[in-house]
């Protein structure tokens, strides 16, 4: 799969003037995301005060020359700056300090999540793909897309990427592998602490992962906390929460969800659940899926371990739990 087209593709940022921008932009503009066929307008937005940041940001994009750069507009006005667009990169958010939970933004978060929906429903592209990098990642990517009722649920998604790739990593190391062949890595739930990452149904180097460690002492009590508390470890070791890995996983997701994923392996989205696996039809919750020129499918038919289904559930649990109070909170329309 491609976007090959010559009009340039409309690709909007929020929170650009921050660390995931600085990351982001550099990436996009050089052909990172859409390929080298596709040339971007990239659109910067971030707060009022943060336009002299955006001027900067602007005028070092042009000066790599890239030359899938159509051009740059810079603004903090949603509603300006998602006009026609065809992807949203929804970065912008409070981002969570040492001790908090992913959960406690939802109230410092939400509102924004909701306002930049309403935007998108008002004037983006139909056909616009917006992914919600923004914490808390899922939640906030529910309340965009039931802010935005005439844009299709299945064109937002959550970032669960960045688990993703952390589990694949780990993974690799664990068996003495290079990542490359590390494949069909799910991550399912909730980004949060809660999140499982599945090695029963991975596979490396050809051969399913479990069959090769078959170890449950590893798994819950190295790697499951490894992978899921990753962000709040590196929150507590840099002060800061993780800037050019989120950004990584932003470029990545939306490439893969764009250009389509690998014949014979997976990746991991936050997508709204049309009930596969049990898991509640309002939720937008991370499933492996495939993509093709159709879009995603999330994978189906595959087996739980009563172990596997029960971490499932405690992370769907809690995401239920999210819906609740962001409905009590009047932030989605009841
Ligand atoms: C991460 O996973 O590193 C990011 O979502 C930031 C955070 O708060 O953990």
């Known amino acids: 799969m491609s976007t090959n087209t010559t009009t340039p593709v409309k690709v909007a940022v929020t929170g650009a003037a921050g660390r995931v921008g600085y990351d982001l932009l550099f990436r996009i503009a ?34 790599c020359a890239f030359e899938t750069l159509d051009h740059v507009e810079i603004g903090s006005d949603e509603r300006t700056m998602f006009d026609g667009i065809d992807f949203a990169l929804l970065v912008a958010g409070k981002p969570r300090k040492a001790g908090q939970d992913r959960a406690d933004l939802l109230k410092a978060n939400g509102e924004l999540f909701a306002k930049q ?22 939640t906030n990517c529910l309340i965009a897309a039931a802010s935005a009722p005439d844009i299709p649920r299945h064109q937002f998604s ?27 890595m799910s991550i399912w739930g909730n980004h949060s602490s809660t999140m499982f990452p599945d090695v029963f ?14 170890d449950m002492e590893w798994l819950i009590n190295k790697y499951i906390p490894t992978v899921a508390n ?41 997508v709204p659940s049309e009930g596969a696996y049990g898991v509640p039809d309002y939720l937008f919750c991370s499933f492996p899926v495939t993509v093709d020129a159709d879009g995603y499918h999330v994978v189906t038919g595959l087996h739980h371990s009563d172990f596997a289904h029960a971490r499932i559930h405690m992370s769907v649990q809690e995401l239920i739990s999210e ?12």
């Open 117 to 138: 929906g309403r935007a998108l429903n008002e004037v983006a592209d139909r056909d616009v793909k917006v992914l919600v990098t923004g914490n808390p990642a899922n």
């Open 30 to 63: 050089g052909g990172g995301m859409l390929g080298q066929n596709t040339p971007v307008e990239l659109r910067l937005i971030d707060l009022p005060g943060m336009m002299g940041e955006l001027e900067g940001r602007a005028m070092e994009l042009h000066d």
């Open 230 to 270: 990753r962000g709040a470890d590196i929150i507590s070791k840099r002060g800061a929460s993780s800037a050019a890995s989120a950004a990584n996983a932003t470029l990545a997701a939306m490439r893969d969800w764009s250009m389509g994923t690998p014949e014979g392996d997976w990746v991991s989205m936050a």
């Open 201 to 214: 149904h991975a596979e490396v180097d050809g051969r399913n992962a479990w069959e090769q460690i078959d």
């Open 158 to 184: 959550g970032l669960t990427r960045l688990d993703h790739d952390r589990a694949r990593h780990r993974l690799g190391k664990k068996l003495d592998v290079n990542v490359a062949q590390v494949k069909k």
């Open 323 to 334: 819906y609740q109070a962001v409905k009590s909170l009047g932030m989605i329309p009841s």
